[in-house]
């Protein structure tokens, strides 16, 4: 069964540093989801991208952040300058053009020192 | 606008009792509502969806729910709780281009 798949499962970065969230979703999805999960928290909306653009986006998505389809099966999250309130997890998710349901990826755990 | 409220951020139920999760909803549009779970160190996955058609949804480890408009409700019941369904459960409303979720309802199954 296909599935979401995303790499690292865990990166521990120092505050200020770039990091980059990588993941492949299900091969014939064409809506791609970020969201996050701070420890004890609900799941946050981040961003949707959609037709190789941003289709709607979050407050906490601020200029910190950026996504991208660099190539047919990758979809990025990058995160320019971590901050210690970047720490949680992070998933990914696809959906169908004719479907409803997002698959979810495992997630990334970030952790920001 | 759209959001989702979990009533009960914590469920303890016995081995084979009713589980009885509760979700009300906001939605200005028809909604699209779901119920994923989560399991320690794990993903969401999936357990059923309501879009359009029948109110009473079945999904997967027997779970189910009911989509009833007049009280903005997709409560999620399961007849008989097993130890394997201890995990965090979250309601979620959809539009085109976003989840919504709710907190979350961790439960707790006594043997």
């Known amino acids: 069964e296909p599935e979401v798949t995303q790499t690292p499962s865990h990166q521990v970065t120092q505050m200020g540093q770039e990091v980059i969230l990588r993941c492949v979703p299900i091969s014939n999805h064409l809506y791609f989801y970020w969201y996050r999960q701070i420890l004890g928290q609900k799941v946050e909306f981040l961003v949707s991208f959609y037709n190789n653009e941003i289709s709607e986006k979050s407050e906490i998505f601020d200029d910190q952040f950026s996504v991208e389809r660099p190539d047919g099966s990758n979809f990025t999250l990058k995160i320019r300058s971590t901050k210690l309130e970047d720490s949680a997890m992070y998933f990914c998710a696809s959906k169908g053009v004719f479907s409803y349901e997002q698959y979810f990826g495992p997630g990334t755990r970030l952790t920001v020192t | 606008a759209q959001s989702v409220t979990q009533l009960g951020s914590h469920v303890s139920v016995s081995e084979g009792a009713l589980v009885l999760l509760r979700c009300n909803y906001s939605?200005?549009?028809?909604?699209?509502l779901f119920w994923y779970v989560q399991y320690p160190n794990q993903g969401l996955q999936l357990l059923l969806k309501?879009?359009?058609?029948?109110?009473l949804v079945k999904g997967i480890n027997g779970f189910e729910a009911e989509f009833k408009k007049s009280e903005t409700s997709f409560h999620l019941t399961k007849p008989s709780a097993h130890m394997s369904d201890a995990a965090e459960y979250f309601c979620?409303?959809?539009?085109?281009?976003?989840?919504?979720f709710g907190a979350g309802t961790t439960v707790t199954v006594r043997a």
């Open positions: 309501y879009t359009t058609g029948a109110t």
């Open positions: 939605s200005s549009v028809p909604p699209y």
């Open positions: 979620a409303v959809s539009n085109d281009y976003k989840l919504s």
